[in-house]
T-cell receptor, first 112, second 111 residues
């Protein structure tokens, strides 16, 4: 039981490039979330999903896209990367709303 | 006003001290209260989960919820250098789809 896994661990992008951050969970959780965490700041919700085929925006969705075709996977797509997207990205999952969320190890992204 | 307020610290204490970490919130619909611990360059891990008001103890950790004052606390007894981390509070409700996190308090326990 691996929990929540994220790839890659680190990535450097040039301005304008695109990439997909991968997130997979093996706990059969319905809910999945993407957060970004900037130095000294808390977690900001980018997008979340309450089940396969259903996604919704969080508080900072601009510049990102998501899809949820399976229960296990919730990839986050960055189109036209900008320096403001330099951050650490965490994926999380939970069984249902209000339950504890389990986090992945994070992806550290730098956009230069 | 933020939905959840948490003092960012840093809080520096000597080994063996009792540590008190706190969060206040404004949304009376919150029913689930959590504390996460995050070591440097790692993902947050769940430390304590409580539902409704009252205390919950787990080893050296005690979580306290006072819904009437909209105030939650995490107490760490006999603090150890290995407790040095950022502690985030988080809250959720039955009808919301997401948790609201505090900004996190940096704790440093000196040996």
């Amino acid at each position: 039981n691996a929990g929540v896994t994220q790839t890659p661990k680190f990535r450097i992008l040039k301005i304008g490039q695109s990439m997909t951050l991968q997130c997979t969970q093996d706990m059969n959780h319905n809910y999945m979330y993407w957060y970004r965490q900037d130095p000294g700041m808390g977690l900001k919700l980018i997008y979340y999903s309450v089940g396969a085929g259903i996604t919704d925006k969080g508080e900072v969705p601009n510049g990102y896209n998501v899809s949820r075709s399976t229960t296990e996977d919730f990839p986050l797509r960055l189109e036209l990367a900008a320096p403001s997207q330099t951050s650490v990205y965490f994926c999380a999952s939970s069984w249902r709303s209000g339950n504890e969320q389990f986090f992945g190890p994070g992806t550290r992204l730098t956009v230069l | 006003q933020k939905e959840v307020e948490q003092d960012p610290g840093p809080l520096s204490v000597p080994e063996g001290a009792i540590v008190s970490l706190n969060c206040t919130y404004s949304n009376s619909a919150f029913q689930y209260f959590m504390w996460y611990r995050q070591y440097s360059r790692k993902g947050p891990e769940l430390l304590m989960y409580t539902y409704s008001s009252g205390n919950k103890e787990d080893g050296r950790f005690t979580a306290q919820v006072d819904k009437s004052s909209k105030y939650i606390s995490l107490f760490i007894r006999d603090s150890q250098p290995s407790d040095s981390a950022t502690y985030l509070c988080a809250m959720g409700s039955e009808y919301g789809n997401k948790l609201v996190f505090g900004a996190g308090t940096i704790l440093r326990v000196k040996s």
